[in-house]
T-cell receptor
Framework: GENVEQHPSTLSVQEGDSAVIKCTYS??????FPWYKQELGKRPQLIID?????GEKKDQRIAVTLNKTAKHFSLHITETQPEDSAVYFC??????????FGKGTSLLVTP | NAGVTQTPKFRVLKTGQSMTLLCAQD?????MYWYRQDPGMGLRLIHY???????AKGEVPDGYNVSRLKKQNFLLGLESAAPSQTSVYFCASSRLEGTYNEQFFGPGTRLTVL
């Protein structure tokens, strides 16, 4: 089955700096790569996703890049703010519904 | 719209007891999922359903059963709870349209098995 590895497990940046979280996947048939943000005690919420026919997608301060050949994708957050502090999960899927999640990255943005 | 709701929010069980977690969604989604979240382990799929009356096993199905008798509800049952099932359980749903669609999560149920 699909195996999704996520790094780093924890990340601390200063406010205004950029943060990058990387994920790799094993199944070359995977074609959908969402990123979820989970604040402490809250439910995961989708922040951005990318499909295999696209190499990059941006939404304001958030961007995701996908390298299908290398089977890895990354989340980039620019001009980080304290409210970006949360756990971020990457995921990969190939069947239209079920997803395999990475183990998460705890991001701390310090003022 | 309430979105995805879960009951109960918290529960403490003794080893061997049984319980059912209820998930309900009002978005008319075809797909529904049950995940468990443990520290450092991410979200692991327990069971899922692609439509009313259908269920399938996910990554960690042992010790759990599910039922989807109505499109809007997805039940997760623990027949004989074990301490290893102490976790936060999340339900999610997504629609059937094209290929992939966003999974919407419920608020979670924190279960402790003593």
């Amino acid at each position: 089955g699909e195996n999704v590895e996520q790094h780093p497990s924890t990340l601390s940046v200063q406010e205004g700096d950029s943060a990058v979280i990387k994920c790799t996947y094993s199944d070359s048939a995977s074609n959908y790569f969402p990123w979820y943000k989970q604040e402490l005690g809250k439910r995961p919420q989708l922040i951005i996703d990318i499909r295999s026919n696209v190499g990059e997608k941006k939404d304001q301060r958030i961007a995701v890049t996908l390298n299908k050949t290398a089977k890895h994708f990354s989340l980039h957050i620019t001009e980080t703010q304290p409210e970006d502090s949360a756990v971020y999960f990457c995921a990969a899927g190939n069947s239209g519904y079920a997803l395999n999640f990475g183990k998460g990255t705890s991001l701390l943005v310090t003022p | 719209n309430a979105g995805v709701t879960q009951t109960p929010k918290f529960r403490v069980l003794k080893t061997g007891q049984s319980m059912t977690l209820l998930c309900a969604q009002d978005m008319n989604h075809e797909y529904m999922y049950w995940y468990r979240q443990d520290p450092g382990m991410g979200l692991r799929l327990i069971h899922y359903s692609v439509g009313e009356g259908t269920t399938a096993k996910g990554e960690v199905p042992d010790g759990y059963n599910v039922s989807r008798l109505k499109k809007q509800n997805f039940l997760l049952g623990l027949e004989s709870a074990a301490p290893s099932q102490t976790s936060v359980y999340f339900c999610a749903s997504s629609r059937l349209e094209g290929t992939y669609n966003e999974q919407f999560f419920g608020p979670g149920t924190r279960l402790t098995v003593l």
